[in-house]
């Protein structure tokens, strides 16, 4: 008997994943660890991220959801059912523009800093683990962390903010900065 995934979200129309054809080469990798966070995410939350998708002829190509696709093919082989998956539809004028399209999805033009992240921590009710096995933030160095425990930024076992006088505290977990 299949497991059945979760659908968490509505788009433009769906698509059945087997459908889906990658169009980002090798511009990206997936690593199991990263691969695991992705799937404890999508099977703890559902499947809340639709795919966009440059429709082009008979063609589904995926500008966004690369990774995703690799994730769900790896559920399907697992026994789960995947049901029609939700996708936006994303115009482009020709290959050219639609890889740009590709780039654009994956930059990431905002960055993650350590006292938004333990300010915003708290307000999701997410732990160290709980972050750990869910999400990747390339920008924050988890050796920070005392531990990986505490909201405490460590560096070879000193505190990073002796000396350093805060202007802010945050009221749930006491980072200060």
């Known amino acids: ?14 698509l059945s994943l087997d459908v889906l054809e990658p169009f980002q080469g090798d511009l990206k990798d997936l690593s199991e660890s990263d691969a695991a966070r992705l799937r404890h995410e999508i099977l703890t939350d ?18 966004d959801g690369h990774q995703r696709r690799t994730v769900l093919l790896a559920l399907r082989e697992g026994g789960y059912e995947i049901p029609p998956l939700p996708c936006v539809w994303v115009e482009a004028d020709s290959m050219e ?25 708290p307000q999701a009710d997410l ?17 920070l962390f005392d531990d990986g425990k505490e909201w ?26």
């Open 46 to 63: 559902g499947f809340s991220d639709p795919f966009n998708v440059w429709k082009h002829g008979e063609h589904n190509y995926i500008i």
């Open 152 to 177: 405490q930024p460590k560096k070879d076992g000193q505190d990073l903010s002796d000396g350093v006088e805060t202007e802010h505290k945050c009221p749930a977990c006491g980072y200060e900065w």
């Open 97 to 121: 523009q639609a890889k740009r399209k590709v780039l654009a999805q994956a930059s990431q033009y905002g960055r993650v800093t350590f006292g938004g992240l333990s300010e915003f921590m």
């Open 1 to 14: 008997m299949s497991k059945a995934l979760r659908i968490a979200c509505e788009a433009a129309g769906t």
């Open 127 to 143: 732990d160290l683990a709980e972050l750990d096995s869910s999400f990747r933030f390339p920008e924050i160095d988890a050796d």
